[in-house]
């Protein structure tokens, strides 16, 4: 079991309103990246934080974005919610800017309707 | 640019029966490679991964996989199967050089019959 914990578990959201996902890295490590993974399909990068700057995006519109605090734990947010953004968002941490020893936290499950 | 394909979106075996989960790369460059399993309302467990070195790769829960160079595949694969390894399986590859990033395959996913 990983120290990656992710929060809430499950929340439901209105198309149009904004969300914040939470995810707490694994001790020791100092980058945080962030996946959503649609229904049926594999997990898909939205961006990383290393060292609590924003170092490497995915394809995702500027409505996602993110935070990392000095003790290295992240935060995504989603502005304007669309019913497309319902997924599983997982959050990876890892020491440094590779992903050889990247962890995944548990997920939030996101329904927006 | 780096990509993995995985074929059939799902494998039938019964227990007791060979595994053999199949991934493809694309990669200009020397790749490094993940399997990950997903159990139903979970996040992704690493299997295995294949960095450098020894081109067949040793997992958790006996599953193995062999880097093939000249056939650009990965397959994951386990000699018996157990009911408890039913679930989703993903391919993966790292891209990137000054960060890194994971590009994950459709999945797999497993079904394991008495």
């Known amino acids: 079991e990983t120290g990656v914990t992710q929060s809430p578990t499950h929340l439901i959201k209105t198309r149009g309103q904004q969300v914040t996902l939470r995810c707490s890295s694994q001790s020791g490590h100092n980058t945080v990246s962030w996946y959503q993974q649609a229904l049926g399909q594999g997990p898909q990068f939205i961006f990383q934080?290393?060292?609590?700057?924003?170092?490497g995006r995915g394809n995702f519109p500027p409505r996602f974005s993110g935070l990392q605090f000095p003790n290295y734990s992240s935060e995504l947010n989603v502005n304007a919610l669309e019913l497309d953004d319902s997924a599983l968002y997982l959050c990876a941490s890892s020491s440094g800017q590779g992903v050889a020893e990247a962890f995944f936290g548990q997920g939030t499950r996101l329904t927006v309707v | 640019a780096q990509s993995v394909t995985q074929l059939g979106s799902h494998v039938s075996v019964s227990e007791g029966a060979l595994v053999l989960l199949r991934c493809n790369y694309s990669s200009s460059v020397p790749p490094y490679l993940f399997w990950y399993v997903q159990y139903p309302n979970q996040g992704l467990q690493l299997l295995l991964k294949y960095t450098t070195g020894a081109t067949l790769v040793k997992g958790i829960n006996g599953f193995e996989a062999e880097f093939k160079k000249s056939e650009t595949s990965f397959h994951l694969t386990k000699p018996s199967a157990h009911m408890s390894d039913a679930a989703e399986y993903f391919c993966?590859?790292?891209?990137?050089?000054?960060?890194?990033?994971?590009?994950f395959g459709t999945g797999t996913r497993l079904l394991v019959s008495p």
């Open positions: 934080y290393y060292r609590e700057e924003e170092n």
């Open positions: 993966a590859v790292s891209v990137g050089t000054g960060f890194q990033k994971l590009v």
